[in-house]
């Protein structure tokens, strides 16, 4: 930029009007995209003279030169434009061109330039022997607006995952393509900016890039959402989400796809953390249990241990005539019982194992005196085979329960359900000999057969329902309520016939069908007590029999599948 346009300016003065006559209707050939020419919207002075405007337009055009070489583009511009507006000289147009391209301001740049290419007369010559011809300058200025036109506007985008794919779309076609970071070129004009990635939703930008501009986008990119469900038991369990509260028992909420912390805390239970990963656009259902805070037995079973070690070494010294051998056995049995269970066992023994060791030691005992029974055919007598056999039945039966609940870590409960199918089972196969009175060895045999159905349909319930102690105990409550509430309407049914007789077989009945009347009413009244592993699969039955002398019983059973 020179000065030769501001002498240029004093040499055609006199054409000024004219070629703002001129210009007023050219507006060359603009990109679409730029906006409308300042020099467009120029409000000429009506009543300034040639003078005044050669003079005006000559201040502007100086102090627009001198902020050019000072680099203040943006104002060269203002004051070049003024200087337009004051004397419409064509060469101003260039240097306003010029003046964009050094701002980046391309589009304006090529705008300008392509308006000084088209408003260069024909006939324009040299200004003075040292300026370009007009001519050639004209084409030097088409070529470097075609150099202009070929520069691609530069866009950068930084995504968050960083691994996700960069399309710049138009028309539905993909013009550049990358990943996070990656410099896309692309000519100017309207575009969409897309970023995708599988497990995110996919992110839109509208884009209008302009000629030779840089561009940098940061997109992070929101993760698709899933459902999650989470169910835990018991229902008043503190359920937490990122070690924040959402709920007690269920939670349900739709999150973004990727890894949580679920925590479930409630009162007698142990706190259990799990990681669970909800995947995108789809369902995650979580159930479980939490287990109850273990409780420990070693204390319970160190007392049944001595109780059960002196009566079993007292019951096998039995055998022996010699009371100094009986109370000796007594005693090696108590040693034996605490030595063994203090030293043998861990100072953390686990309620539900000391209960069915407990448990199990009843069982072999009872059992003991049955198989005593049938083998001597004495239910009731005390003798060499007898005693032993119980005493050993209580060693047998806690070593197998005790073996068995280390394996297999029953809950108290568990062990209680158990204890009370063996209880009930006993107790019917000896009403069933009452009332049929077979004799002692038979009798043994319903006894021992009662003991065993007893002890296998408890074990079988525990594994199919939770049963807490508490509950068992109420159950096997309703069931001696059961026994004496029928005992005392056997006493009624008496009085009301006046019936003096006694006998033992119709008072077994009625004991038998109290009994199952009070569990069955028992486990219906505590029904809502426990949860059910599986619900609905067993069920409580209660039927009738008829006798070998043809006399009709009440039976108790389970149905159900497996």
């Known amino acids: 930029m020179t000065r030769v346009a501001l002498a240029a300016l004093i040499v055609v003065a006199c054409i000024a009007g004219a070629a703002r006559r001129a210009h007023a209707q050219s507006t060359g050939f603009l990109d679409k ?9 120029c409000t000429p002075d009506k009543d300034a003279t040639t003078d005044e405007l050669r003079k005006r337009g000559a201040e502007h055009y100086s102090r627009g030169e001198v902020l050019y070489l000072q680099g203040d583009y943006k104002g060269a511009v203002l004051e070049l434009v003024a200087s337009y507006c004051e004397i419409p000289y064509y060469s ?14 391309y589009a304006k740049a090529i705008a300008y330039l392509e308006r000084y290419v088209l408003d260069v007369p ?64 692309v000519v100017g004009g309207p575009y969409q900016l897309i970023v ?27 993760p698709l959402e899933g459902r999650m469900r989470i169910r835990v038991t018991p229902g008043d369990a ?18 973004p796809g990727g890894k949580y912390t679920i925590q479930a805390e409630a009162a007698d239970r142990v706190t259990e953390t799990r990681e669970i990963t909800v995947l995108p656009d ?23 241990g001595g109780i059960a070690g002196t009566v079993a070494g007292a019951l096998i010294a039995s055998a022996q005539t010699n009371r100094l051998v009986q109370v000796g056995g007594g005693v090696a049995g108590l040693s034996a019982g605490l030595l063994g269970v203090y030293w043998g066992t861990p100072k953390d023994l686990a309620l539900g194992t000391s209960s069915l060791t407990v448990t199990s030691s009843l069982i072999g005992g009872v059992g003991g005196g049955a198989l005593a029974a049938v083998l001597t055919n004495n239910l009731l007598g005390r003798n060499e085979t007898s005693a032993p056999l119980i005493g050993g039945g209580l060693l047998v039966g806690a070593g197998v329960g005790y073996y068995i609940g280390v394996q297999t870590h029953p809950t108290p409960g568990d062990a209680a359900v158990i204890n009370s199918g063996a209880l009930w089972g006993t107790v019917a196969g000896g009403l069933f000999a009452i009332t049929f009175d077979p004799g002692s060895q038979i009798s043994g045999g319903l006894v021992l057969t009662g003991l065993a159905m007893g002890t296998a349909g408890g074990t079988l319930l525990q594994r199919y329902f939770t049963v807490s102690r508490g509950r068992a105990a109420l159950i096997d409550a309703s069931g001696v309520v059961g026994i004496v509430l029928a005992l005392a309407a056997e006493s009624l049914v008496q009085r009301a016939r006046d019936d003096e007789s006694q006998s033992d077989a119709r008072t077994a009945n009625y004991a038998l069908g109290g009994m199952a009347t009070g569990l069955v009413v028992g486990g219906i009244l505590t029904r809502n007590l426990d949860d059910p592993k599986l619900p609905g699969n067993l069920a409580p039955s209660i039927g009738q029999a008829t006798t070998a002398a043809g006399s009709t019983t009440t039976t108790l059973g389970v149905t159900g599948h497996f």
């Open 33 to 41: 995209d730029v906006a409308r020419l300042e020099i467009d919207s």
């Open 92 to 105: 101003i147009l260039k240097d306003i061109g010029q003046a964009y391209e050094r701002q980046l301001e």
């Open 122 to 185: 024909k006939d324009a010559q040299k200004a003075n022997s040292c300026a370009p011809d007009p001519q050639d300058d004209k084409q030097n200025v088409l070529a470097r607006i075609h150099v202009l036109e070929g520069l691609t506007a530069k866009i950068r985008v930084q995504t968050v995952p960083a691994d996700a794919r960069v399309s710049i779309v138009q028309n539905h076609r993909v013009i550049s393509a990358g990943t996070s970071g990656t410099e896309l070129e």
């Open 196 to 222: 995708e990635r599988p497990g995110y939703k996919t992110a839109t930008v509208d884009l209008h890039a302009e000629i030779g501009k840089p561009y940098t986008f940061l997109e992070q990119l929101q």
């Open 238 to 255: 503190r359920l937490f989400l990122d070690q924040r509260q959402v709920g007690t028992g269920i939670y349900e909420a739709k999150l």
């Open 282 to 304: 789809r369902d995650t259902d979580v159930s479980f249990e939490l287990a109850p805070v273990p409780e420990f037995g070693r204390r319970q079973l160190m007392i049944y």
